[in-house]
Structure formats: C-alpha cells, structure tokens
C-alpha cells in the first residue's frame, strides 16, 4: 500500500492550500483516514481525521479554519486549509488504516511565512 501527499507549498499568512493524498495497492477497505503534522523539534501531532463513513474530528487549533474530506471511489483525503498561520508550518503527514494497520504517506512540507 502507497499513500502519495501533495500540495504543499509556501503561502503568506491568511493564505490557504489544499492537500491531497491518494492510497494506492490495497485489496481492503479503506478506515479511517487522518493528517498529522510535524514542526521541527516538536512531536507529530494530529491534525484532523475521518472515518470511512465521513464523522469527522479536528485539533483544537485548527477548529475552524481546516476541513477534512475524503473520496472513497478515489480513496483519497483531502486538507483543505484556509487562513493560514505561521504556526501552521510543519511537515504534513497522511496516513491510512486499513485492517489494523496504519499505513504513512511521505510528508508535504507546509511553510506559511510572509
């Protein structure tokens, strides 16, 4: 199984960006699907997950200005994130669970910087 993250980028703040993440080679049914993220020195942290059925749940400091959706058919996530802030920048992990087990896509860097 391969997850394949892109769309990051450089945005000034209150900008916005939209992230994708594809999961390929799985013969199972896709879970829960989520996006994490990584400053440096800091520890991964979740981001915003959602279940195969669409139930949805988000940080605290994302609240609000992030969206999280997916498209079974596609088996694809999506970040949809709207006034960004400097503190948003962080290298942006998706992952996947399928069957009990997680699977991690490759990272996209995210740099919200004036």
């Known amino acids: 199984v391969q997850l394949q993250a892109s769309g990051g980028g450089l945005v000034q703040p209150g900008g916005s960006l939209r992230l994708s993440c594809a999961a390929s080679g799985s013969r199972f049914s896709i879970g829960a699907m989520a996006w994490y993220r990584q400053a440096p020195g800091k520890p991964r942290e979740l981001v915003a997950a959602?279940?195969?059925?669409?139930?949805?749940n988000y940080a605290d400091s994302v609240k609000g200005r992030f969206t999280i959706s997916r498209d079974n058919a596609k088996n694809t996530v999506y970040l949809q994130m709207n006034s960004l802030k400097p503190e948003d920048t962080a290298v942006y992990y998706c992952?996947?669970?399928?069957?009990?087990?997680?699977?991690w896509g490759q990272g996209t860097q995210v740099t919200v910087s004036s």
């Open positions: 959602i279940t195969s059925g669409g139930s949805t």
């Open positions: 992952s996947a669970d399928i069957i009990g087990y997680t699977y």
